[in-house]
């Protein structure tokens, strides 16, 4: 399993690990998300999907509608989520890009917001 830990904070470290690195436009791309820290994280279902341009990240999944609803990780819990890459996508180097927030004890209400970034890889399609 392929991580690339990327959530950095005075009380959390956390990280989004993908099944698979390797994938094509219209797959389903199973990932974890991975609470490696010493305090809860929040997190809902939005994603950023990003593509490398001549060193620039680009997004590309700006139209995509996501499923309202807000998930708590305890430390050293990690959750399988999938993700629905588009069809069409070019191939390339990607990323998803996965805010998360830290749950603050003294705060129920408000979270420290971090981010959790994991690479992959998008195959041309086989038509």
């Known amino acids: 399993m392929a991580s690339v830990p990327s959530i950095r904070g005075a009380r959390a ?3 989004v690990e993908f099944l698979h690195t390797i994938a094509r436009a219209g797959d389903s791309l199973e ?3 991975v609470n490696t820290g010493e305090r809860p ?9 990003e593509r490398r341009d001549s060193g620039r990240w680009q997004l590309m999944n700006a139209d995509q509608a996501f499923h309202a609803w807000a998930r708590h990780l305890a430390p050293g819990e990690r959750v399988q989520l999938t993700a629905r890459l588009p069809a069409g996508l070019p ?3 990607y990323r998803v890009r ?3 927030s830290v749950v603050l004890p003294d705060r129920p209400g408000v979270g420290e917001p971090l981010q959790a970034i994991a690479e992959l890889t998008i195959e041309p399609s086989g038509n």
């Open 98 to 100: 996965k805010r998360l």
């Open 31 to 33: 990932y974890a998300v």
């Open 91 to 93: 191939a390339g180097s």
């Open 41 to 49: 994280l929040r997190f809902g279902a939005g994603y950023a999907l």
């Open 13 to 15: 470290i956390g990280r």
